[in-house]
């Protein structure tokens, strides 16, 4: 068994995510930065579900950096249970969306407090440590934002495509409601600040990372930041042509209209991003990448434990020098 790997002293580092990909990410990250990790995490795909709000990609990277999520799934808690699901379908209550039985004391406690007029942030922070999470998982911001997609059925709430229709409509477009009265919350702007580097998680670019980018404040915080010379990079969630999982293939596709490929994943990057990691799979698309700009870093992303989450995530600090505050990237 490989060693355990040896926590970096006085890195700080900020990385924006959502999803699976995102969570496992942050997982190996932590294992490098400890408490020196925080991550922005994607707010879009939250909903309501009987009167509860729940916040999908937040709790997915909650449970995984407590070691609770249930890996087999790829979302909610191992060892999940679902009597109060299946006693809601008793009372004709759709289910489409389960909750686990667990899982319903995160969203009872998230939104009581919600509705007594706390902020998301605060709340946020309060049920990971209760959780034993080391990193800080930040909410892009604290006002509600809602992804929705267009596909020939009209405009559908995210979660409806995601889950409900099983992400078998074709996305025409792509809007963030409520997106204008939101803001970077003070928690964001300064892990942004004092950030030695950002890296952006093998993540959807259309409905993980670009939600995070719309907030107002957070790209000028990112571009501040780059000013001072901290460096961004970006992993790519496509690898042979395929989503590592999720639809950001089909989306590429249909919103993009370009083959599916990492070069397509990098072109949603130009002009923020520094480095572009590719898998191995992917070498000779390097030269294309780096045509964009990018320097580029080639090596397995492909996160299958514990110890190739914390090999790539070493591989990508490595490359980004957040240790000293400043790049290696070539």
Not at 47 to 75: F, K, Q, S
Not at 263 to 273: C, I, P
Request: with cysteine; proline share 5%.
């Amino acid at each position: 068994m490989p060693d355990a790997p040896r926590p970096r002293s006085g890195a700080a580092l900020v990385v924006l995510a959502g999803g699976v990909g995102g969570a496992k990410l942050a997982h190996g990250l932590q294992a490098h930065l400890d408490d020196r990790l925080t991550v922005v995490v994607n707010t879009g795909d939250d909903l309501e579900r009987h009167g509860l709000l729940v916040c999908p990609d937040h709790d997915t990277v909650m449970y995984t950096l407590a070691g609770i999520d249930n890996r087999e799934w790829g979302w909610g808690i191992a060892g999940e249970t679902f009597a109060a699901s299946e006693m809601l379908a008793r009372y004709g209550e759709p289910t489409w969306f389960r909750l686990g039985d667990r899982d319903l004391a995160t969203h009872i406690v998230r939104t009581r407090r919600w509705r007594d007029g706390e902020r998301m942030t605060p709340i946020a922070l309060d049920l990971q440590s209760a959780l034993g999470v080391r990193a800080r998982i930040l909410p892009m911001t604290d006002a509600p934002v809602r992804t929705q997609v267009l596909t020939d059925e009209g405009w559908l709430g995210f979660q409806t495509y995601f889950v409900g229709r099983h992400q078998e409509p074709e996305v025409l477009e792509v809007r963030f409601e409520g997106i204008g009265s939101a803001t970077a919350t003070p928690e964001v702007l300064a892990a942004f600040e004092t950030a030695d580097a950002i890296v952006v998680a093998p993540s959807n670019p259309f409905v993980s990372v670009a939600p995070i980018l719309a907030v107002p404040g957070i790209r000028a915080a990112i571009d501040a930041a780059r000013g001072r010379g901290v460096p961004v990079a970006a992993i790519s969630g496509i690898v042979g042509g395929r989503a590592i999982k999720g639809p950001a293939d089909r989306m590429i596709a249909s919103l993009a209209g370009e083959a599916p490929t990492a070069v397509a994943v990098a072109r949603r990057y130009v002009g923020w991003v520094d480095l572009f990691v590719l898998d191995a799979v992917d070498a000779e698309l390097e030269a294309a990448v780096r045509d964009l700009g990018f320097a580029t870093l080639v090596t397995d992303t492909m996160m299958v434990d514990d110890a190739t989450r914390a090999r790539l995530a070493g591989a990508v600090l490595d490359a980004v020098g957040p240790t000293t505050g400043t790049t290696s990237m070539v």
